[in-house]
Structure formats: C-alpha cells, structure tokens
C-alpha cells in the first residue's frame, strides 16, 4: 500500500532554534495533511495542503507541498516550549476514506 | 458538541480477558477510524468505517473485532487479550471520502499483563 516517509524521527532542539520535518512519498499524493501530537495527547489536525507547490503559514509554522506532490515538509521558526511533541503527515490511503500516517517526528524544546 | 469520546481512559486487562472500547462521535460524521499506537510510533490502523453497517479491515486487524452500532457509534472489541495488544488506541471520524481531515478522540491506554 501507498507509505509516507519521515525524517527525521527525533530531533532536539534549543529554544528559539528552528525545527523543520519532511514527508515523502514514492507516488504522487491527491493531498497531504499534517497533524501535531502533544505528549501524553491525541493527534490534532493542524493543516492540509492540496495544489503543487503550495505554501502555508500558521504563525511561526510553514508548510510546503512539492512540485511534484510527493514530497512536504513543516517548518517551526523560533521554537518554544509549546512546540513540542509529536508531528505526524498523512497521505490519502489506498481507499477513499482511509489515511496512511508518516511514523512522526518527535520534537523536544530545551528552555 | 463534544467531538470524539472513548471510554474507558484507562484499562488494566489480564492476558485471555475480553473488553470492549467503546467510541461515540457528535459531528454526523460517516467515516470512523480505530488505531493503535506503541510507545515511540505512529498510528497503525485497525479497522475503519466508511458508513453504519460496514466496516473493512486495516493493518493491524488480527485479534480485534468492530461493530458500527449506528452513525455516532464504533465498537472495538479485544476477544482474548494478549501482551502484544498494550497500546494507546485511538478511534477517529471523518466527512466523507479523501481530503477529510481527521478528528481523534482522546486515547485508551490499555495495559495487559
């Protein structure tokens, strides 16, 4: 069935440093959604992105869909403390309806 | 409206036990997830439901049951309950089709000795 890869898995940071994580895909994605995971939480929906080469901003967050719609990425500038936790891609699945979810990258902030 | 609800937030079961988790939603949703997440991973689905009465296996579906008991209602059942089932699982809903974002309720952690 269709994947979607993430990298990294871990990624320690200071705070105020950025924070970027990447999805990929061997097939072209109908659409790309990103989630954010808080310790101890359950997944939250934060964005989704649909056209080739699209950008979009929350705040200090930027996400980007590929060219060739394979590939995304989420960009933290200036971390917090509140950043951290979990952030998950997820690709349309195989059936409509169905969802496939990266493995996460796990955020930590160090104050 | 309160979104997702699961029951119970917490279960200690014995290997061989059975339970049932229990998963509501209030948004009219048709589609409704089950998933499981291990300690340091990402979400596995169990099983989904495009609609009331039919449910389809997901990739991780051996030693479970589900039942869609009605539109608001998705069912997961452990029938004999093993050491490799401790988990978080999470049941989720959707609108229709692909591009629907997903709505998560707030887990079950499920310990079984």
């Known amino acids: 069935g269709q994947q979607v890869m993430q990298i990294p898995q871990y990624q320690h940071v200071q705070e105020g440093e950025d924070f970027t994580t990447y999805c990929n895909s061997s097939?072209?994605?109908?659409?790309i959604q990103w989630y954010k995971q808080r310790p101890g939480g359950h997944p939250v929906f934060l964005i989704q992105l649909v056209k080739s080469g699209e950008v979009k901003k929350q705040k200090r967050l930027t996400f980007q869909f590929g060219e060739a719609k394979k590939n995304s990425s989420l960009h933290i500038t200036a971390t917090q403390t509140t950043d951290v936790g979990t952030y998950f891609c997820?690709?349309?699945?195989?059936?409509?309806?169905?969802?496939?979810f990266g493995d996460g990258t796990t955020l930590t902030v160090k104050p | 409206n309160a979104g997702v609800t699961q029951t119970p937030k917490f279960q200690v079961l014995k290997t061989g036990q059975s339970m049932t988790l229990q998963c509501a939603q209030d948004?009219?949703?048709?589609?409704m997830y089950w998933y499981r997440q291990d300690p340091g991973m990402g979400l596995r689905l169990i099983y989904y439901?495009?609609?009331?009465?039919?449910?389809d296996k997901g990739e991780v579906p051996n030693g479970y049951n589900v039942s869609r008991l009605n539109k608001r209602e998705f069912s997961l059942r452990l029938e004999s309950a093993a050491p490799s089932q401790t988990s978080v699982y999470f049941c989720?809903?959707?609108?229709?089709?692909?591009?629907?974002?997903?709505?998560f309720g707030p887990g079950t952690r499920l310990t079984v000795t």
């Open positions: 997820a690709g349309p699945g195989t059936n409509a309806g169905k969802s496939t």
């Open positions: 439901s495009a609609s009331e009465g039919t449910t």
């Open positions: 989720a809903s959707s609108g229709d089709g692909q591009g629907y974002e997903q709505y």
């Open positions: 948004m009219n949703h048709n589609s």
């Open positions: 097939t072209t994605l109908s659409n």
